[in-house]
């Protein structure tokens, strides 16, 4: 199937600007901002005076921090939950607002406000994340202000924004290595004149992995990453003045990651091995992206940018499915969840015994190649009326089609002394032969009213979805017509919501909103799309070196979606499952300090807490015991009741030192009312550090170690067995900038 996409964004705001100034927090009128294409913000003080809650994830914030891991990027911001998987965040689980985490597949993804989950209306399960290293910020949206950036607007919308061409002739060098053999190298050249810009960026990261495997073989990772962009300035159109910008991204990973964790004894006296089954595990990965961007600048009060965009994604995740044992196959969650009862499988798996039967080992190959592409405009109008008021009128549109195409086979293995050797290849297509895919309509229109210090946002969105699904069978590996078994849904949805923001005084201003939340279902024609009503209410505040806010939300679910994913513990189908009626509510925290010691020495301190309680209101199975049988009262699982995050820093002309506190919540990996069970993920505290030296204007060096304290601790019991989180990591490199 071909395509039909979209794309859009230009984005005036109003805003005002905390700044201090005498031990106050003033507030400024500023001009309407006109944002870049790219971006849903485009800096921290809009976040700060949006109608619904969002935060803005500096360029120099991700510069302090120097982390490769957008988990740990996340961790300061309330309202995120997640769960880790591989250490190195290649694979994050993020969730916003007690959405469903497993593989990032409830909230909207954008890199450059273009949607970047590999396909995100017909298998939204984000296998591919951008690098994080890549980035010069990251905006994060809840509330009401999301309905801009479907098809997700239950939770809320992540946009990370890539490195922009720089403004004049610039060459900037980066690497690090350091603990596991690990090394990253960027580099990028760029420049802008009157008429053109461009910008190359190369990067690579590798390490050898934190975990333990047989004759000390490799299980991390190495991945490349190049990226390009040019800008022109057109001639004039129509009176309007005209860009045109090309961006084309590649990327290739080879991982050597696996689903099998461990059992609960052997994490406990050795939480950094791995089984001998899971030696040829491998994750390969390629994806390829081209964006072409238009913008017409009318005057200053009018912009209208369109962006076409295609994006690619080729995935095998060949990896240990199955252990079978005098003939009696049994998945390997299963069996690493039940070592004794399964005490032959788990010697298998181990290695510590010697396959009779050639097909021991079971590795599926989980080939799959994704494609999405669309085309997205939007329109924005503001003008000032009498009385002191002001307008603005944005709508958007976007037609966007994406596919996923899985071609998947089983192969067997003997094992041997703890080695692996492949008796028998599988039947191409036999473990999954069908292509999913999804045509979308989606528009928007949204107004803003503001006079004085009162601003009001009503807005609607519009999703017309059509999801099919042909299914050829697993003995039709030339997809013959005659076996093929078809299935379509069809969705439409409207998705109104109404914000505001009032400034009460220089020092504080509220702000609240009701939205719709909604999610697609499937191609299942019984499948219900999840739908909920969702509230917030907040406050934005500053005294002195004070500022912070806090807010509480309330999201009432009438039918909330689960995935079921392997990587979360079920079948791998890929199907959204409905579990019917469910209320997440909660509270979000943040306080900033900033104390000046000197005057070239500050003291920077943020305090952010977020508390969800995510709970079934009904009683349902879930799909193939996914979340086990589920009562009314469980809590959803994967989502810990309490989060906090205290970050301290101290800048200075020549250095800066960073120290970031992480404190995740015990949370369950089914479905149970309290945290007294065998699914649960304990509580664990995480403390990183990281530290700048300024030898002259170009040269910087460069520190981080990620766990300082050595804490051994279990990040989830998914996708199969108990996985360990980063152990202690040093790292040091350097910095050139021209």
């Known amino acids: 199937m071909k395509f039909k996409g979209c794309i859009a964004l230009?984005?005036?705001?109003?805003?005002?600007?905390?700044?201090q100034q005498n031990d106050s927090i003033l507030v400024q009128e500023l001009d309407e901002i006109i944002l870049k294409s790219n971006t849903i913000l485009g800096n921290e003080f809009v976040a700060k005076n949006r109608t619904g809650?969002?935060?803005?994830?500096?360029?120099?914030?991700?510069?302090?921090?120097?982390?490769?891991?957008?988990?740990?990027?996340?961790?300061?911001?309330?309202?995120?939950?997640?769960?880790?998987?591989?250490?190195f965040g290649l694979r994050p689980n993020i969730s916003l607002r007690g959405t469903s985490p497993e593989r990032s597949a409830k909230i909207t993804l954008m890199e450059d406000g273009v949607l970047i989950a590999p396909a995100p209306y017909?298998?939204?399960?984000?296998?591919?994340?951008?690098?994080?290293?890549?980035?010069?910020a990251v905006e994060i949206l809840k509330g009401s202000s999301q309905i801009h950036y479907g098809p997700f607007t239950s939770g809320g919308a992540i946009n990370m924004v890539s490195k922009s061409i720089p403004e004049e002739f610039q060459v900037q060098l980066q690497s690090m290595a350091g603990s596991f053999e690990s090394l990253q190298f960027r580099s990028s050249i760029g420049n802008t004149t009157d008429k053109f810009g461009y910008l190359i960026e190369v990067l690579n990261h590798q390490s050898s992995g934190f975990k333990n495997l047989g004759d000390n073989q490799n299980t991390g990772f190495d991945l490349y990453d190049v990226s390009s962009k040019l800008?022109?300035?057109?001639?004039?159109?129509?009176?309007?003045?005209?860009?045109?910008?090309?961006?084309?991204?590649?990327?290739?990973?080879?991982?050597?990651?696996?689903?099998?964790?461990?059992?609960?004894?052997?994490?406990?006296?050795?939480?950094?091995?791995?089984?001998?089954?899971?030696?040829?595990?491998?994750?390969?990965?390629?994806?390829?992206?081209f964006v072409l961007t238009h913008t017409l600048s009318f005057?200053?009060?009018?912009?209208?940018?369109?962006?076409?965009?295609?994006?690619?994604?080729?995935?095998?995740?060949?990896?240990?499915?199955?252990?079978?044992?005098?003939?009696?196959?049994?998945?390997?969650?299963?069996?690493?969840?039940?070592?004794?009862?399964?005490?032959?499988?788990?010697?298998?798996?181990?290695?510590?015994?010697?396959?009779?039967?050639?097909?021991?080992?079971?590795?599926?190959?989980?080939?799959?190649?994704?494609?999405a592409s669309g085309l997205q405009t939007k329109f924005d109008l503001h003008w000032y009326g009498q009385n002191n008021t002001f307008h603005d009128i944005e709508i958007g549109l976007r037609f966007h089609r994406d596919e996923e195409d899985r071609f998947q086979w089983e192969d067997a293995y003997s094992i041997d002394n703890g080695l692996m050797q492949i008796s028998a290849e599988g039947i191409r297509g036999n473990q999954g032969n069908r292509i999913s895919y999804a045509e979308a309509l989606a528009s928007y229109v949204s107004y803003k009213y503001k006079k004085n210090g009162l601003t009001l946002t009503p807005g609607l969105r519009f999703e017309n979805i059509k999801l099919y699904r042909d299914d050829f069978g697993k003995d039709n590996p030339q997809r013959s017509q005659e076996q093929l078994s078809s299935r379509s849904n069809t969705i439409?949805?409207?998705?109104?919501?109404?914000?505001?923001?009032?400034?009460?005084?220089?020092?504080?201003?509220?702000?609240?909103?009701?939205?719709?939340?909604?999610?697609?279902?499937?191609?299942?024609?019984?499948?219900?799309?999840?739908?909920?009503?969702?509230y917030e209410l907040g406050s934005r505040f500053g005294f002195g070196s004070f500022s912070g806010e806090l807010v509480g939300f309330f999201n009432d679910y009438s039918n909330l979606l689960g995935n079921d994913l392997a990587a979360s513990g079920g079948t791998g189908t890929g199907d959204p499952f409905n579990a019917g009626e469910?209320?997440?509510?909660?509270?979000?925290?943040?306080?900033?300090?900033?104390?000046?010691?000197?005057?070239?020495?500050?003291?920077?301190?943020?305090?952010?807490?977020?508390?969800?309680?995510?709970?079934?209101?009904?009683?349902?199975?879930?799909?193939?015991?996914?979340?086990?049988?589920?009562?009314?009262?469980?809590r959803v699982p994967f989502i810990p009741q309490h989060q906090f995050n205290l970050s301290a820093a101290l800048n200075h002309d020549r250095f800066d030192l960073n120290w970031n506190l992480r404190y995740n919540g015990d949370f369950n990996t089914q479905a149970f009312a309290d945290f007294n069970n065998s699914s649960k993920i304990k509580a664990y505290t995480v403390l990183d550090f990281s530290a700048a030296y300024t030898l002259n204007t170009n040269w910087r060096l460069?520190?981080?170690?990620?766990?300082?304290?050595?804490?051994?601790?279990?990040?989830?019991?998914?996708?199969?067995?108990?996985?360990?989180?980063?152990?202690?990591?040093?790292?040091?490199?350097?910095?050139?900038?021209n």
């Open 122 to 136: 017909s298998a939204p399960a984000a296998y591919y994340f951008p690098t994080i290293m890549r980035m010069e």
């Open 492 to 534: 439409q949805a409207l998705v109104p919501g109404m914000g505001f923001n009032y400034t009460i005084s220089r020092n504080a201003s509220v702000f609240g909103g009701v939205h719709k939340g909604f999610s697609p279902a499937g191609s299942d024609p019984n499948e219900k799309a999840e739908s909920s009503v969702n």
């Open 299 to 371: 005057s200053d009060n009018f912009k209208l940018i369109t962006h076409a965009y295609d994006n690619r994604v080729l995935r095998n995740w060949y990896k240990l499915d199955d252990v079978v044992a005098a003939e009696d196959k049994q998945k390997l969650s299963t069996v690493i969840a039940n070592p004794e009862l399964y005490a032959t499988h788990y010697d298998l798996l181990s290695g510590a015994l010697n396959s009779s039967a050639e097909d021991a080992l079971l590795v599926k190959a989980n080939n799959r190649v994704y494609n």
């Open 702 to 737: 460069k520190a981080n170690v990620i766990n300082m304290t050595d804490e051994v601790y279990a990040v989830s019991t998914v996708p199969a067995g108990l996985r360990p989180g980063h152990p202690f990591g040093a790292y040091i490199g350097f910095e050139f900038i």
């Open 53 to 87: 809650s969002s935060y803005y994830i500096t360029p120099q914030e991700l510069k302090a921090l120097n982390y490769t891991d957008i988990n740990r990027v996340l961790t300061k911001v309330p309202g995120v939950n997640f769960y880790e998987e591989d250490g």
């Open 10 to 19: 230009s984005f005036f705001g109003f805003s005002l600007l905390f700044a």
């Open 231 to 289: 800008n022109f300035s057109l001639p004039k159109l129509w009176g309007a003045t005209q860009e045109v910008s090309l961006k084309y991204h590649i990327y290739d990973e080879k991982s050597n990651e696996t689903y099998a964790g461990l059992s609960t004894s052997d994490f406990e006296n050795t939480p950094f091995d791995r089984y001998a089954g899971s030696q040829i595990d491998q994750m390969n990965a390629q994806q390829t992206q």
């Open 582 to 634: 469910t209320n997440v509510s909660g509270l979000e925290f943040l306080l900033n300090f900033k104390m000046s010691l000197s005057d070239k020495l500050n003291l920077p301190i943020s305090f952010s807490y977020t508390l969800t309680d995510a709970i079934f209101q009904n009683d349902f199975g879930s799909s193939e015991d996914l979340w086990g049988e589920v009562q009314q009262g469980d």
